[in-house]
């Protein structure tokens, strides 16, 4: 799909193109392609004289690969975060900007370019060129993270609830481990994500392509992300916590059911013993002085030397 985005009276214009005709007669500050086609691709080569990539967005780490200008057109490709229930993840996103124009493609649409074509049309003066759009991006991805942190607080904050305040048995310490584990993802996630963020305001602010009021931005986008990075350390360091008490809690639950399997064990030595000694072929006096009664005896025998080392354990306190 193809978004075209123009500026009037301040405001940012949103529309839909379908066709080259469509294209041809518009002024954008900002076009966004998602998912596009060749032939979308087309277009653009057409009207702006730009030949988009193929491999444009492809995941590639190198940061000459991912910051430079070329032709007259800076390129920068960065990561947003998606923070979706079922599966968090970062998706590329490849900027170029061209002849007072930028140009965005991306493979599906993202909360942070929701948020800000939203703000765009409330907000009068908000965006005056296409360095201003790209720079309200990063700084709609800084506060869209911030506020995935303070999600991700909430609901470690329940989680800690659980484990810290009541009897965890495996089951629940099970079910905490899976929260746990999934907001260590996407805390980690974000890290990822304000880092390259980082690094895309500075190559911005080292190739000279804003004006003063961009660059005080560009340093208060920065300063923002500073903090959000102290913010992922520590609730890096409560997942630890949180983590290893779980872990603990797991480890005493299985240590109560080794001291039953232990005292059960002691506790039917003494039989085991009672049964060997008179199950040998050898013949016993104190059978041939009890007669007849020398089976309920040896069973009685057996019965008292499994109750003594349990009464003992229990006096002791073992048993709890």
């Known amino acids: 799909m193809l978004n ?33 086609t060749p032939e979308e691709k087309g277009w653009i080569a057409v009207k702006f004289g730009l030949v988009i990539p193929a491999d444009i967005i492809d995941d590639d780490l190198e940061e000459s690969a991912r910051f430079y200008e070329e032709d007259g057109a800076v390129h920068i490709r960065s990561d947003f975060l998606i923070d979706d229930d079922e599966t968090p993840r970062n998706v590329r996103v490849a900027f170029i900007l061209h002849e007072n124009v930028l140009f965005s493609v991306h493979k599906e ?46 609901d470690l904050e329940k989680v ?24 260590e993802d996407l805390n980690g996630r974000i890290r990822r994500n304000v880092m390259d963020t980082r690094r895309a305001v500075s190559f911005m602010m080292r190739a000279r392509m804003l004006n003063a009021d961009q660059f005080e931005e560009a340093r208060q986008i920065l300063r923002d992300i500073d903090s959000l990075d102290s913010h992922t350390a520590f609730l890096f360091d409560k997942i630890n916590f ?54 309920p005896y040896t069973v009685a025998l057996m019965v008292c030397s499994a109750l003594v080392p349990m009464w003992y354990f229990k006096r002791r306190g073992w048993l709890s």
């Open 160 to 183: 800690s609830k659980k484990v810290l305040q009541n009897a965890v048995n495996d089951a629940a310490a099970a079910d905490a481990l899976a929260a746990i584990a999934r907001q």
């Open 242 to 295: 949180l983590m290893d008490a779980t872990v603990g809690f797991i480890n005493i639950n299985q240590n109560k059911i080794i001291k039953i399997f232990s005292v059960a064990s002691v506790a039917l030595l003494p039989p085991t013993l009672v049964a060997s000694v008179y199950g040998m072929n050898l013949k016993f006096p104190e059978m041939e002085f009890l007669g007849g009664w020398g089976y």
């Open 109 to 154: 649409d993202l909360p942070v370019f929701r948020l800000l074509r939203m703000r765009a049309r409330r907000i009068p003066a908000l965006i005056e060129d296409a360095k201003d759009v790209l720079l309200k991006l990063y700084d709609a991805d800084a506060e869209y993270s911030a506020d995935t942190l303070e999600g991700i607080y909430d």
């Open 4 to 36: 075209v985005f123009t500026l009037a009276n301040g405001r940012l214009f949103q529309e839909e193109i379908d066709s080259l005709d469509e294209l041809t007669p518009a002024r954008p500050v900002w076009v966004d392609l998602e998912a596009p």
